[in-house]
């Protein structure tokens, strides 16, 4: 595939693309929001087991 058919591809499928509802757009920023959490979360606690079980 060439750099122009590839450059046209993504110009056609932008300009089919229309923007999300409201609705859509909640929906997705509650999902990120909810992703973020829930991975800080496991984070948080495997750092604070990780520093109490090799706390010297």
């Known amino acids: 595939m060439s750099f122009g058919k590839r450059l046209k591809d ?3 499928i932008i300009i089919l693309s229309e923007k999300p509802t409201r609705k859509e ?6 999902l990120a929001t909810l ?3 829930i991975v800080g979360s496991i ?3 495997i750092n604070s087991l990780m520093s109490f079980i090799f706390h010297p």
């Open 25 to 30: 757009f909640l929906f997705s920023l509650r």
């Open 10 to 12: 993504i110009k056609d």
């Open 43 to 45: 984070a948080f606690i």
């Open 35 to 37: 992703g973020i959490l």
